[in-house]
């Protein structure tokens, strides 16, 4: 059973795109259908973070507007981190599910219990998940992620249920 979920951005998210104005500022775009996933494990009270590389306030402010409280940027070691949180949260990298797509995230893919790709990620990282997703990054895959989780441990029903007597 999975009691963590733990997610890159860039790639996951996003397109893995990084785009720039003419002043220098840089933006990033975030489908909005992935903040059901967010929701989902909320109302299941199932903990997730965000795993990162990058550290930009452009990610602390997406975080924060879905209150995700495990934010960890610029981050070189994602196993380490992982193990910290796993030591917070007691429980084992088995019991944790992943998603990333590209390098540095290939030791997460292969320690935890469960990981995932999105469908754009490169041929050689999807080798190392569990769960190559049919949707790409920035296209809705951390949600298809979470519905997956959910829907395979019968959950989702569950989530649902507890959504729709939220509104």
Known sequence: MIKLVLTDIDGVWTDGGMYYDQTGNEWKKFNTSDSAGVLFLRLLEIPMGIITGENTEIVRSRAEKLKITELHMGIKNKLETAKTLCEKYGVSLKEVAYIGDDINDI?????????????????????????????????????????????????????????????
């Open 107 to 167: 030791p997460m893919l292969d320690s935890v219990g469960f990981s995932a790709c999105p469908a754009n990620a490169p041929d050689y990282v999807k080798s190392h998940a569990t769960l190559v997703l049919k949707k790409k990054g920035g296209d809705g895959a951390f949600r298809e992620f979470v519905e997956y989780i959910l829907e395979d441990e019968d959950l989702f029903e569950k989530a649902m249920e507890l959504y729709l007597k939220s509104i």
